[in-house]
C-alpha cells in the first residue's frame, strides 16, 4: 500500500517538477499565464499561493458544518480585501479571517509541493476522515483502483474534489461549497478563467484545461472501474462511474458519448448484478425499433454497405452459371444487400437465372409480419428489373431453433422434374456471434448450414474479441472498438447523393444510439443475456474450420468495389480496406472494423 | 418562365445564329434553325456538362438534352466494356431510374475532381476516366439500391406470400 502510494507521488512529483521548471522558464517575475488571466504572482511564490490556498480551503471546508452562512456572509460583505489580483497577499488576508489556527499538513512522504496535499488530507475535519477510510478499502492485491484515488488530478477542479469518498452526500455538498467559493473569489472578468485561476496555483503544472490529459484520464477512469466492477468492489465502481460522468464533459465530441455510453452500462452492471431479462431488450426494443436503428446506421457509415457489397460478389461469383440459385438469408431485416445482387443477377450475361431467397428474421411482438413485406418489396423490385424471384420468410428466436428441412424443404420438392439442383448461398451478416451465448448453439447452426450443402457461405463479423474470459479483458476490447467506431462517425456525415444534412446528423445520432445498446449488451449483460459476443477472424476460422469449412478467397472486384465505396463517404480519407488470406476488412485508420469472409464446405471432408 | 442560364448561352452562341437568340422565347423558331433530329445528333457527341448546359437554354432543348438514349451514351463511353448486353443493361437502368440518374447521382460524384470542373477552366480538354467493370457495377449497385429505398410496396397482399 505504501509503495503504490509512493509511486503516484512520485509520478505526481515529476509532473510537478516539470511543471514548475515551465513555470520557471517564464520571465522569472510574474508568472506569464496566470497574469494573462489578471492574477500576480511571483513564479517564486507560487508554491507559497499554492499552500496558503489549499489551507483556505480545509479552512472553509472545516468550519462549514459549524457555521457556514454566517461565516461567509461574513466574508462577502463585512470583511474588505483589497487587490485580489496579487493573490499572495489577498490570500492571506482570507485566511486571517478565519480564527482557525492553520491547519497542521502533516508532512507529505516526500517534497513539500503543494501537489502533495491532495492526499494528504489534513486528519481533522470529520468528513475528510470519513473520507480517508473508505478509500482505504482493505481488498487483496493493491489495486489500482484505489491507487487512483490518490493521484492528482488536473482536470476542472471541482471534479478533483469529489474523488474522494462514496459517500454521496459529501460531494454534493462539496461542490456546492466549492462553487460558493469559486463565486467569493470572482473578480477577473470571466467565471470561466475564475475557476481556472482560482484554484490553478494548487494544481501547478496546468492553468488551461488539458482535454488529451484529462481525456487521459478519463479512460484510467473507466479502466479502473471496470477493475473494481470484475473485483466486486461495488463501491469503488460507484463513485468512478460518477467521476466518469464529470470527466467525460471535459471532452468533446467521440470520447464524450462513448464515455457516456460506458459509464451508462458501468452503472447498469453495477445497480443491477441480476440483469433484467434480456437487458439488451429494453422497453424500446422492438425489432422494428433494432430495423430502425439499422437503418440508419446503414446510411450513417460504409460498414454496412461494405459487408453487403463484399458478401454480394463472393455470392455472385459462387453463382456463375448457375440458372437456379438460393440465398438464405440470417438476418433478413429490410432487405437492403438483395436488390443490388438482384441487380447484379440480372445484368448478367447471357441473363438471370431464377432466384429464391430465404429470409430469416426474429418474431414480432406486434404480430405485424415485417418479414413478408421486405419479401413482397424485394418481388417488386425483381419484377421491375425482370427477375424471376420467389420468397420466403421464416420467423425464428434463434438461428439454432432452424432445421435443415425446413429451409430446403417443399419448394424443392415442387420441381423433382428438374434437372438442375438449385445452388444455395448463406448469408449472415453479424448474426453468428450471438450464438455463442448459448452452448452448443453455433455448432446446430453450423450443422445445419452444411446440410444444405452450400455454394458458399459469406460471414461478415466485428473485428473484435469481446469474449473473452474475464470482463475486464472484454472492457478494455470493447472500449478501444467502439472508440474507434465512434470516431469513425464524427468524420462522417455521409457524402453520398441521398443525404441532406440534417439526415445525415440524424443518421449519425441514431447509429450511435444502436452502437450503444451494443455496448450496452457487452458491458451490463452476461450469460444468456449477452448476445454481442464478438469474436475476430482468426478465431472464427477455427470454429469454421473444426465445422468441416474451408475459406474461398474473396476476389479483387470486392476489393475494388470497396475501396470506391469509401470515397463516397466523408470520412473516407480514414477508411481503409485490407485484403487478408482472402478475406477482406474494412479498418478505421490502423483499427480494424469488420471482416467480410467466404467459406465453403471442405473438399476433404465431402 | 424562361430558363436560360448565360453559360448556355455563351456556349450555344457558335452554334446558334444571333437571331435565333434574339427569339430564343418562340421555340418552333429556335429548334427549326437546326432541326431536332440534327441537335440530337450534336448533342450525342456532348460531354455530361455539355448536356446539362444544353438543358438549361429552353424548354425544347431540355427535352432533348434529357433524352435518356443521350445520358445512356454518356455513362456507357467510358465504360470500357459494357457488362452485357445493350438491350439488357438499357432495360434495367431505365427500370431503376434511367441513365441520366445514374450518371448524376452514382457516376458524377466518384469522378475525379478535375473532371468535374469545366474543360474551359482548364483550358485544355482532358481524358475521362475510364471505368471497368467494378466501377461500373458499383454504380449500378447503388442505383438499385436507390430505387429499392425510395420504392412504396403496393399492398396487394394477394393471398399468401412467396413462391
Redesign the interface.
Known sequence: MKRERQETVEAAETEDEKGKARMDADDGGVDELLAALGYKIRSTEMADVAQKLEQLEMAMGSSVAANDDALLSHLASDAVHYNPSDVSTWVDTILSEFNAPSLPLPPPPLSPAPLQHHFNLPPDGTEQNSTITTVDVPSGPRCPADAYHLEPLHAPAVAGRIVYGSDTQYEVSLSSRDRKRMKLCSSPPSSSSTTDAATSPAVLPVVVVDTQESGIRLVHALMACAEAVQQDNLKAADALVKQITVLATSQGGAMRKVAGYFAEALARRIYRPQPARNLSRSTLDFPAFDDMLHQHFYESCPNLKFAHFTANQAILEAFAGCRRVHVVDFGMREGLQWPALLQALALRPGGPPSFRLTGIGPPQPDHSDALQEVGWKLAQFADTIRVDFRYRGFVAASLADLEPYMLLGPVASDRDGEEEPEAVAVNSVFELHRLLARQGALEKVLGTIRAMRPRIVTVVEQEANHNGETFLERFTEALHYYSTMFDSLEGGVSAAPDAAGGGGRRDQAMSEVYLGRQICNVVACEGADRTERHEALAQWRVRMGRAGFEPVPIGSNAFKQASMLLALFAGGDGYRVEEKDGSLTLGWHTRPLITTSAWRIASAAC | MKRRSIDGKEEKKNKRPRSAEVAAPEEAVSAAELGEDLLLEVLKRADARTLGRAACVSRGWRRLAEDERLWEAVCTRDWVKV???KQ??R??VL??GGFRRLH???IL??LAPSAALPSPMTGRPHPQQRW????V??S??????????K?I??NN?GGR???
Open positions: 457488362p452485357c448486353g439488357q443493361l432495360a434495367v427500370a431503376l448524376s447521382l452514382y460524384p466518384f471497368g467493370k467494378d466501377e457495377q458499383l449500378l449497385s447503388l442505383l438499385s439500391i436507390g430505387f429499392f429505398e420504392m410496396p403496393n397482399r406470400g412467396g413462391a
